[in-house]
């Protein structure tokens, strides 16, 4: 069955256990599309994406928490009153 395969390198689970760094070099940091018998089974992703990608999903969830909340009657605040 055809895959799609979301990276520009891949590599295969060997290549992968051989040289583990060599293959993410390869990648010149990018994400790497690892294929167990020429199917993707994960992707390994530099730190930076990684770290994008948490802040987006933390991103989607407090748009939720904004959606929800957006018809909420709302309460004039003083700050220092807070501080007290």
Same mark, same amino acid.
């Given at each position: 069955?055809?895959?799609?395969? @979301?990276?520009?390198?891949?590599?295969?689970?060997?290549?992968? %256990?051989?040289?583990?760094?060599?293959?993410?070099?390869?990648?010149?940091?990018?994400?790497?599309?690892? @294929?167990?018998?020429?199917?993707?089974?994960?992707?390994?992703?530099?730190?930076?994406?990684?770290?994008? @990608?948490? &802040? @987006?999903?933390?991103?989607?969830?407090?748009?939720?928490?904004?959606?929800?909340? %957006?018809? &909420?009657?709302?309460?004039?605040?003083?700050?220092?009153?807070?501080? %007290?």
């Amino acid at each position: 069955m055809p895959s799609i395969i @979301l990276s520009n390198t891949v590599a295969s689970i060997t290549e992968l %256990k051989t040289n583990p760094m060599a293959t993410m070099r390869a990648a010149d940091g990018a994400t790497v599309a690892i @294929l167990n018998r020429n199917e993707p089974a994960f992707y390994c992703v530099p730190p930076h994406i990684y770290e994008y @990608l948490m &802040e @987006l999903a933390d991103d989607v969830e407090l748009a939720k928490i904004i959606e929800e909340r %957006k018809d &909420e009657k709302s309460y004039p605040v003083d700050l220092a009153d807070l501080l %007290k």
